[in-house]
Nanobody, 123 residues
């Protein structure tokens, strides 16, 4: 499984941004996907996950109601729509696939990582 994240940038507080994670590999479609972020000096934080069939999603409390994870199976792409962005959302954002294809959510080990995309929220 190979993952490539994109869509980061510099935005103002209150703006929206959509991140994309394009996957490839023979078994990619079998995997659930997750989004994480890491701010300077802080641990990597789980944000959201979606099952391989997009039937279920899960969010951390810190982004629930502001961020939305979705999947376009035809494009092999998972999105993270981020609304009402705050300065504390500034971080490098990563997409990831779990070690076991059927695993998903914040508690499973993630094995495959995209390269990260920087999101900066500042006025």
């Amino acid at each position: 499984v190979q993952l490539q994240a994109s869509g980061g940038g510099l935005v103002q507080p209150g703006d929206s941004l959509r991140l994309a994670c394009k996957g490839s590999g023979r078994t990619y479609s079998m995997y659930a996907m997750g989004w994480f972020r890491q701010a300077p000096g802080r641990d990597r934080e789980f944000l959201a996950a979606i099952t391989s069939d997009a039937a279920y999603t899960h969010y951390s409390d810190s982004v629930k109601g502001r961020f939305t994870i979705s999947k376009d199976a035809a494009k092999n792409t998972v999105y993270l729509q981020m609304d009402r962005l705050k300065p504390e959302d500034t971080a490098v954002y990563y997409c990831a696939a779990p070690r076991v294809a059927s695993g998903w959510g914040p508690a499973v080990p993630y094995e495959y990582w995209g390269q990260g995309t920087q999101v900066t929220v500042s006025s």
